[in-house]
């Protein structure tokens, strides 16, 4: 089983920026593709951002030009940088494989965007 630990979530106000982490443990990073996703209160968990073996990311059409994901394959990391944070930006966010795997799911950390 592979594990994700999520961090840096927050509370920001609008516009501000945020840099989450996820250390993956448990099954070598190389091989599979990464994402981030998030969950908004009663609102289903829906994916913010991916990014493949070979770095080709994909974006939420809510996010795109304002987040950005990486991996760090040595380390075993993957980060979202989220800039020009906006009040619907606010949501737990996890990470998981891309397609994400149910039984592999974090606790996640909380990020808010409030004024």
Known sequence: QVQF????????QPGESLRLSCAVSGSNVDFFALGWYRQAPGQPRNMVASITRDAITTYADS???????????????????MN???????????????????????????????S
């Open 63 to 81: 996010v795109k030009g304002r987040f950005t994901i990486s991996r760090d394959n040595a380390n075993a990391m993957v980060y979202l940088e």
């Open 84 to 114: 020009s944070l906006k009040f619907e930006d606010t949501a737990v966010y996890f990470c998981n494989s891309r397609p994400p795997a149910e039984a592999d799911w974090g606790q996640g950390t909380q990020v808010t965007v409030s």
């Open 5 to 12: 630990v999520e961090s840096g979530g927050g509370l920001v």
